[in-house]
């Protein structure tokens, strides 16, 4: 089905069901925040018995930081990703 086709079908069903089409797009959501500025490095694991300490700040940062305690880049995740791209094709 072509792209004008398939959108003369929604305007039909649209129709149908008593909904009006969208007047403009919804806008696209908001990125992510980007994580705290650096943090302290994540402790090496060493033979002394750090492991608790660099648990504990992987625990802590481990999902927004490096190691060396940079904040990450932030991505959008794939859910995120596939609604932006379904708005779009909804609101052409």
């Known amino acids: 089905m072509s792209y004008q ?3 003369d079908y929604v305007a039909k069903l649209q129709a149908q069901l008593g909904q009006a089409a969208p007047a403009a797009p919804a806008a696209a959501p908001a990125p992510a925040a980007a994580p705290a500025a650096k943090v302290e490095p994540m402790p ?3 033979a002394t ?8 700040w992987f625990n802590k940062y481990g999902k927004t930081h ?5 904040p990450k880049a932030v991505q959008e995740s ?5 609604q ?3 708005s779009l094709v ?3």
């Open 5 to 7: 086709a398939n959108k």
């Open 44 to 46: 090496a694991m060493n």
């Open 49 to 56: 018995g750090n492991a608790q300490a660099t648990q504990d």
């Open 66 to 70: 490096n190691p060396d305690g940079t």
């Open 78 to 82: 794939a859910y995120d990703e596939v």
């Open 84 to 86: 932006r791209l379904v």
């Open 90 to 92: 909804h609101h052409r």
